[in-house]
């Protein structure tokens, strides 16, 4: 798995509050009001421990400060604790968390400790950018959806979009990911010579660890992006050209989406 970098978190406040913005100017949902409209839960004043890790490359400058600014800024009560690992596991349980958030460099995990619910990132984060495009409601007519990526994020992004009844058509340079994905789930393969393919789409969705990833034969004017891959998939100038608006921040829409699993 691709790692954060402190300078992938350098403007990460910044970015979920713009993403928050932008994510209510096209659902009519706030983010956390949307978290609970698909996992019909809600926060009940849960205590969240943030539990720093030094396994394998070990602690990421920001990550859990990141962590803490992202529950903050939802109304939540948490803290980092002053110990890592199971020293810090220990002190949070001894702190009275409710909720446990942590990762190593295979997972990162929300664990409530009160109704034993636990969330993967990876899961969440494909479910909840998904389901911004699904919920983006000037383009609701328009029901075929592009999937670049169908890793750990894109392949619950699928499955979003399955359950929400899009036309969903992928892409993955690993075409025997492609092969396995079409052959298990009621999707199509992207392929711009097949008549039956959309020559470009309104709603993409990235989750690669790749740049430039959208071209501009897959974009209409005006298409929306939903792209937690990092770095960002689609350029500068194609962004401008296209007037193409982007859902992208690096950890914590993710997160919050995994709170709202656990609820
Ligand atoms: N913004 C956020 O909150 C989060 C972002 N991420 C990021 O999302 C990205 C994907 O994460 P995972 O799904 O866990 O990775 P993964 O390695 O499981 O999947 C990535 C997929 O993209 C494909 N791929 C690579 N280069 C490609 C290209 N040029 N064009 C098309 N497909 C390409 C790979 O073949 C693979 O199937 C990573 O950059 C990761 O850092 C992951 C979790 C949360
Ligand atoms: N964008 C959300 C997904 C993050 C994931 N790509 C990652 O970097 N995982 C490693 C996190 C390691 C955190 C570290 N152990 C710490 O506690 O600071």
Known sequence: MALLTPEDLA????????NDRLI????????????????????????VAIIPITAGNGIIGSFSESLLFTVQHFGMDGFITENTDVAGYYEAVMKG???????????????????????????CTGRIYAEILCNAKDY?????????????VGTPAVETFLKEKQNVYVFDVDSNR????VSEYPVSKYDPTDSKTPNSFF?????????????????????????PGIPCGI??????????????????????????AVF
């Open 140 to 152: 609701a007519d328009d029901k075929d959806v592009l999937v670049i990526g169908l890793g750990k």
């Open 235 to 260: 350029s500068d100038e194609l962004i401008e050209k296209y007037s193409i608006r982007v859902v992208l921040e690096p950890l914590g829409i993710g997160t919050l989406s995994m709170l709202y």
């Open 97 to 123: 968390a409710d909720i446990i958030l942590m990762a190593d460099d295979l997972a990162y995990i929300a664990h409530n400790l009160k109704n034993s619910k636990i969330a993967h990132n990876q899961i």
């Open 24 to 47: 209510t100017e096209l659902t009519n949902y706030s983010l956390d009001g949307l978290c609970r409209k698909i996992y019909g839960t809600a926060p009940n004043n849960e205590k």
């Open 11 to 18: 403007n990460m406040t910044n970015a979920l509050v713009e």
């Open 203 to 227: 709603k993409i969705f990235e989750a690669t660890p790749c740049a430039d990833t959208i071209s501009k034969d897959v974009l209409k004017q005006n298409s929306l992006v939903s792209t």
């Open 178 to 181: 492609v092969d396995e994905v």
